[in-house]
């Protein structure tokens, strides 16, 4: 089957899936011979709720993921890049990743969310784990899903972290569950409570806490920390402001103990008396 639009001819290669208001196919541009994802939306209260949002998407020169949106007879086509790579969960899954290896994968998720300008709606669905490719470079990308899509222009910051932090604790599930990674446990925190202003103030932050997860000792990530390893943590915490008084402390006792020492030493003798007589017994 051939789809034609103003722009470009695309041959179906396949249906990927089918839903009673879009269907999605596998698609090749005849003229560069690219792979698409094309979605095509059949339910026109769907399309009259959304078509001005994704074309205004269409217009964003640095989505380029998104190549293209077109009126096809009463139905409205979404063209996307076609992924490249694993599926994230298939990758995870199916071979030992490191913590270094996975602390790249999310850099590189977040760098293409930047990259492509994309608006919050696409973010939160492109941070599902079901929706990443990774490639073996670590490179990802997406396979685009328009779900919701009617609701498009309600996302926000907010929705975009909350999906990232289930991403987060999906893919540093062993870790968290070992409490072996506190400045991730303090981040995904701020992920629920805070509001950042937008995705560079997201990753700055989440580079700050990969920085910090990759200079943690080999032995501190393997070793589960207990209620007591918590507990001297804190303790390790609360105390370190109180280093330099209680050093201070020290060495002022010490200064008074060396004073009162060599006062000590320098004082006369006592007089000594001799005894000459212990009881009845004369000592000569």
Known sequence: MIVRTSRNTYLIIGYIGREPRREISLC???????????????DPALIRDCVGFFYEQAENRAFTDFAECAVDG???????????????????????????????????????????????????????????????????????????????KD???????????????????????????????????????????????????????????LALPPEELAMPKTWIFRFWDRLKKIFKPLKKLIALVLLIAALVYMIWTIRTASEPAASMQLMNQIGTLNIL
């Open 155 to 213: 996302f926000g910051m907010k929705e975009v972290q909350e999906v990232f932090a289930g991403l987060l604790a999906w893919i540093f599930e062993e870790e968290l569950r070992k409490k072996t990674v506190s400045p991730l446990e303090e981040f995904l925190e701020e992920l629920t409570q805070s509001l950042f202003e937008d995705y560079m103030e997201l990753y700055r932050r989440f580079e700050e806490v990969r920085e910090q997860l």
């Open 74 to 152: 009463e139905t409205l086509l979404l063209v996307f890049a076609y992924p490249q790579g694993e599926e994230l969960q298939k990758k995870l899954s199916g071979e030992y990743t490191g913590l270094p290896e996975r602390l790249a994968i999310v850099k590189n998720i977040l760098e293409r969310i930047i990259l492509q300008g994309m608006p919050c709606y696409f973010a939160c669905r492109c941070l599902k784990k079901e929706a990443i490719r990774v490639k073996r470079s670590l490179d990802v990308s997406f396979f685009y899903d328009t779900a919701g899509a009617e609701r498009g």
């Open 28 to 42: 090749e541009n005849e003229e560069d011979h690219k792979r698409y994802l094309m979605v095509r939306l059949t």
